[in-house]
Nanobody, 124 residues
Framework: QVQLVESGGGLVQAGASLRLSCAASGRTFSTYKMAWFRQAPGKEREFVAAINRNPGSTYYANSVKGRFTISRDNAKSTLYLQMNSLKPEDTAVYYC?????????????????WGQGTQVTVSS
């Protein structure tokens, strides 16, 4: 079992940057595939990015490709999401997820553990 806690959200203006962090419990962090999802008010949960146990293997939603970067520090058991050039449409609660599925996936069903989320609000 793994416990996940997100942090780093906030209120920023369009064009600004934020870095989200997801702190995971235990020394088994490196065995999990990790992902970020987000959910805006009144909308379904949306895939943002995923990263394999191999830190060189990543997968991004088209809406964030080129602006967001997912990374992990296994020594610190921490997942990151660097968000640049933020847009108002990026406003959402951002969730960290962990799973053991054998492939990177944009399907939330492939992830077994979820954090409580951190709010990101981007004003015009």
């Amino acid at each position: 079992q793994v416990q996940l806690v997100e942090s780093g959200g906030g209120l920023v203006q369009a064009g600004a940057s934020l870095r989200l962090s997801c702190a995971a419990s235990g020394r088994t962090f490196s065995t999990y595939k990790m992902a970020w999802f987000r959910q805006a008010p009144g909308k379904e949960r949306e895939f943002v990015a995923a990263i394999n146990r191999n830190p060189g293997s990543t997968y991004y939603a088209n809406s964030v490709k080129g602006r967001f970067t997912i990374s992990r520090d296994n020594a610190k058991s921490t997942l990151y999401l660097q968000m640049n050039s933020l847009k108002p449409e990026d406003t959402a609660v951002y969730y960290c997820a962990a799973g053991t599925y054998y492939l990177l996936s944009n399907n939330p069903d492939r992830y077994d553990y979820w954090g409580q989320g951190t709010q990101v609000t981007v004003s015009s």
